[in-house]
């Protein structure tokens, strides 16, 4: 009976003939190769040489990437290198850029790993990598790096380069505190965005009115503030929109001034001489 090579266990055991079957040098070989005596085995033996061999090639990760057709990358979870060499393909199938590139995907079973590197086109690379996981039934969303240039580009209003100097006048204008202007208005007015940390100086005859407006027209943030001041020999009314609050309402006598914040919600708070 042929009998494996190498000791128990040992890694990559093949069949030859005992030495006392005196079989021939081509009986030998063949075992040696397929695992049995034949020049045309049906199925190869899996402890034969051809057997170590076909499960190499079997398992093996192809090193030439499949092309990419219109499939979406959700779908695309085998282990193995891709190519989408029409960025049309992209759009719409959930890759991280609408260009063309290759794919890598990682797949143990639980979790799949993809990689897309993109190309981009003539005159126009890219060079930029995303990535993302699949993981209990969900896929994360792709991530990448930030290079130099965006670094810049998005924090370039943030922090002061080193090589740049400053005047005074220019540390003044950037950083001193906001100065309350005037908006002069000579007849009844709603309060706009454009109003935010300055004073609404009101000249109506008659006194007038300043309504507050609702958060539907008129979005302010809460800890808006708007100042208003009354220049009118007559008193000027405060008003609220429909279904906006504010505390404390009341008028202004001639020469003064109150100041309105927005809490949220259409809540307002008015304080300062109001009758």
């Known amino acids: 009976m042929p009998e494996?090579?190498?000791?128990?266990?040992?890694?990559?055991?093949?069949?030859i003939p005992r030495q006392d079957e005196n079989a021939d040098i081509q009986t030998a070989l063949r075992l040696y190769h397929y695992g049995s005596d034949t020049n045309n085995?049906?199925?190869?033996?899996?402890?034969?040489?051809?057997?170590?061999?076909?499960?190499l090639e079997t398992g093996k990760l192809d090193q030439a990437p499949q092309t990419l057709l219109?499939?979406?990358?959700?779908?695309?979870?085998?282990?193995g290198f891709y190519y989408q060499p029409i960025a049309a393909n992209a759009v719409g199938n959930n890759y991280p850029s609408d260009l063309v590139g290759f794919l890598k995907v990682l797949n143990d079973g639980a979790v799949v790993v993809q990689e897309y590197h993109v190309i981009g086109a003539a005159g126009n690379i890219v060079n930029k990598s995303y990535w993302r996981v699949f993981y209990s039934s969900s896929w994360s969303s792709w991530q990448t790096y930030a290079t130099s240039s965006e670094v810049t580009s998005i924090t370039s209003e943030l922090y002061h380069?080193?090589?740049?100097?400053?005047?005074?006048?220019?540390?003044?204008e950037r950083y001193a505190p906001i100065y309350?202007?005037?908006?002069?208005?000579?007849?009844?007015?709603?309060?706009?965005?454009?109003?935010?940390?300055?004073?609404?100086?009101?000249?109506?005859?008659?006194?007038?009115?300043?309504?507050?407006?609702?958060?539907?027209?008129?979005?302010f943030q809460p800890g808006s503030i708007v100042n208003v001041y009354n220049e009118s020999s007559s008193p000027l009314t405060i008003a609220a929109a429909e279904n906006v609050t504010v505390r404390n309402l009341g008028t202004l006598e001639q020469y003064k001034e109150a100041s309105l914040r927005y809490r949220g919600n259409n809540v307002w708070v008015a304080a300062g001489p109001l009758f």
Do not use: C
């Open 4 to 15: 494996n090579i190498g000791a128990t266990g040992a890694p990559y055991n093949t069949k």
């Open 41 to 55: 085995p049906s199925e190869l033996e899996p402890d034969s040489l051809a057997g170590y061999l076909d499960s």
């Open 70 to 79: 219109n499939q979406n990358l959700n779908t695309v979870t085998t282990t």
């Open 161 to 172: 380069a080193k090589g740049v100097t400053w005047t005074r006048n220019e540390i003044a």
């Open 180 to 219: 309350f202007t005037e908006n002069l208005k000579t007849a009844n007015y709603t309060i706009a965005l454009a109003d935010l940390n300055k004073v609404v100086a009101m000249n109506v005859a008659g006194g007038g009115t300043v309504t507050v407006p609702h958060s539907s027209t008129t979005v």
